[in-house]
């Protein structure tokens, strides 16, 4: 691999190269002074692929056309709507197809998830998480927490990073969990930091948290569409996540989740139910008794809302045809790439806290400024850059590698090195 240079001619011979370049011309870009804007927002919302429009207007159409009819007769039937994901999910995931759905949206799920695997007891109720969660994730352990009756401040044992680092060593989780030994109930993390961009070792977490009898779940926000996983290979018990970041599905649009199928296929499994969870020839004998379908399918409790999965579809199929495998590859390189441009910069105050191994990271970099960080994200939005603003000091970027460039990267540095030079900033 030839190695790295800092200039446009450069990152235009990578472009040409590169076999996922064609795939930027799916998205919609918003606009600014006549361009495409440089886009390092993927991280939090997702462009929108072009196909949407049309399938949105196709859902339209049959519901004019077919009335209640199209839970059959549409072009994706409504009644099995649901299922249209689920291969493509799995292979996203790394997981069977009965493993994973399409279903509410991340927090709600969370709940839903943490109702069937915290179950805690007067000895076992402990709950391990990274410090510095995102806060939905926060709000949600401290609540229910406290709807079992316990005290947050007893109950949820975080892990934070060691003194003067940002992000968390693996070991210190894995350490932390066989500390808390029988007391815990169940381990929590955020694959991705959604922070620091930072990436766990799920297979070893979940193994240490195996190892001292507690369950094991992720909130995969950062992570899904990002980072290749092997949820049922590492033998997770639980993830959710939502799609409108990487996954391009959308704001607000349906989230995900996937159990394994050891809890999945146990019918004496506790979760909580509605008819669209029940087995499906028994779904409109409208009787009493709940008959849990086959798989994660058995924790949906409404019919799919469809208009809200519509970009899922669309953005789906996108990925399908990169591949998880081809995006990852384009990633390590393109954010090589912008960490490398990053490290020719020697006139600003900042510092990258996410970790420099791309086996510990997705696409995003996270740039913690001494001083007037806020200036300099204040003139990049002036300038035509979409990136994220996190207080009190950091910049997050997210480089894409379905719909971003080498050239982005390069002018987004190109414009860092401005910053310096122009007073007026
Ligand atoms: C984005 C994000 C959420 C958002 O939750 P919603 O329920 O989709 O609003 C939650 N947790 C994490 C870690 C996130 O990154």
Same mark, same amino acid.
């Given at each position: ?26 998205f ?100 391990l ?6 806060? @939905? ?18 109950a ?5 990073? @060691? ?17 808390? *030994? ?8 955020? *694959?991705?930091?959604?922070?620091? *961009?930072?990436?766990?070792d ?72 509605g ?6 020839k ?20 409404s ?17 399908d ?14 954010? *090589? ?12 105050d ?75 900033m």
């Open positions: 691999m030839a190695a790295y240079e800092a200039t446009l001619e450069y990152a235009h011979s990578q472009d040409q190269t590169d076999i996922l370049f064609p795939f930027r011309e799916r919609l870009f918003p606009q600014h002074q006549g361009r495409d804007v440089i886009y390092f927002c993927g991280n939090s919302l997702g462009l929108q692929p072009k196909s949407v429009e049309y399938l949105m207007n196709c859902e339209l159409r049959d519901w004019a056309k077919y009335g209640v009819e199209g839970h059959f007769r549409a072009g994706y039937p409504w009644v099995s709507y649901h299922r249209i994901f689920s291969e493509r999910l799995a292979k996203i995931v790394g997981a069977g197809k009965d493993e994973v759905v399409a279903m509410n949206t991340l927090t709600v799920n969370l709940h839903l998830l943490m109702l069937s695997f915290y179950r805690p007891t007067e000895k076992r109720f402990k709950i998480m990274e410090a510095g969660a995102f806060p @939905s994730d926060q709000y949600a352990v401290e609540t229910q927490v406290r709807m079992h009756g316990f005290d947050p401040e007893e949820i044992v975080e892990i934070t990073p @060691s003194e003067g680092r940002h992000t968390i060593e693996d070991i210190d989780i894995i350490n932390g969990i066989k500390e808390v *030994g029988d007391h815990l109930a169940l381990v929590i993390l955020g *694959g991705v930091n959604y922070y620091t *961009g930072q990436f766990f799920l297979e070893a977490i979940t193994k240490a948290a195996h190892s001292v009898g507690a369950y094991c779940g992720y909130d995969l926000a950062h992570a899904v569409g990002n980072i290749p996983l092997k949820l049922h290979d590492w033998n997770v018990d639980f993830a959710c996540w939502c799609s409108y970041k990487y996954l391009n599905s959308g704001p607000g649009g349906v989230g995900g989740v996937y159990i394994h199928e050891r809890y999945g296929n146990d019918p004496t499994f506790l979760r909580l139910a008819w669209w969870g029940n087995e499906e028994t779904r409109f004998k409208m009787e009493k008794g709940f008959i849990p379908q086959k798989g994660a399918a058995s924790w949906q409790m019919n799919a809302p469809v208009f809200n999965m519509v970009a899922h579809n669309a953005s789906l199929d996108i990925y045809k990169a591949g998880m495998q081809a995006l990852r590859e384009k990633s390590i390189r393109l954010t *090589g790439y912008m960490e490398f441009l990053l490290k020719q910069i020697t006139h600003l900042f510092q990258i806290i996410t970790p420099e191994e791309p086996s510990r990271r997705g696409c995003q970099l996270s740039l913690l400024f001494g001083e007037n960080g806020r200036d300099i994200f204040e003139f990049l939005t002036e300038c035509g850059v979409i990136a994220d603003w996190r207080e009190p000091n950091v910049i997050r970027i997210a480089p894409v590698p379905l719909y971003n460039t080498f050239e982005d990267c390069y002018r987004f540095y190109e414009l860092l090195m401005a910053t310096g030079k122009n007073d007026e």
